[in-house]
């Protein structure tokens, strides 16, 4: 089996018992990316991109329960999540260690995320979200068309 992979799950698991939910307490994509960063960090000094794309992978789901179990704030914590981790992208881009698997996951969170936003009633506003950050994405794309990074595709919903 992968190492990354038990690394994730040991992550997650010890993220979810540190996070035990109690009955009524919401979700937080913006302090889930700070855990699961802050981790990564301790243990290398580098960011393990395998991991990055887990936590970029669930920003969908995070979008949904952010939302429904914070009424007042799930919009702003989900945002916050999504911003860092794209964050961390740009600054792995600026390094030249941005893997294209990285830009793809992003993309693919993008359009997931766009589509949960305009499905569910109550979260058209998260669609601001989403293009601020495929806003960001798309300025690490190879110009002129910026539809390439490094020369190689990127995923668009069209393409998969």
């Known amino acids: 089996m992968d190492p990354s992979i038990l690394v994730t799950r040991s992550l997650l698991n010890q993220f979810q018992v540190e996070m035990e939910p109690r009955q009524s307490q919401p979700t937080d994509y913006g302090r889930f990316v700070i855990h699961i960063v802050k981790r990564m960090t301790q243990q290398s000094s580098s960011i393990d991109q395998a991991m990055l794309r887990r936590a970029i992978g669930l920003a969908s789901s995070y979008l949904v329960t952010d939302t429904s179990t914070n009424s007042e704030r799930g919009i702003q914590t989900w945002c916050t999540g999504f911003h860092r981790l794209v964050d961390i992208m740009v600054v792995l881009h600026s390094r030249g260690e941005l893997e294209l698997e990285t830009v793809n996951e992003a993309s693919k969170a993008?359009?997931?995320?766009?589509?949960?936003?305009?499905?569910?009633?109550?979260?058209?506003?998260?669609?601001?979200?989403?293009?601020?950050?495929?806003?960001?994405?798309?300025?690490l794309l190879d110009e002129p068309h910026r539809r390439t990074y490094k020369g190689s595709k990127v995923y668009t919903p069209n393409s998969s």
Do not use: F, I
């Open 110 to 139: 993008c359009s997931e995320c766009w589509s949960v936003a305009g499905t569910w009633r109550g979260m058209e506003d998260c669609r601001q979200g989403v293009k601020e950050v495929a806003a960001k994405l798309k300025k």
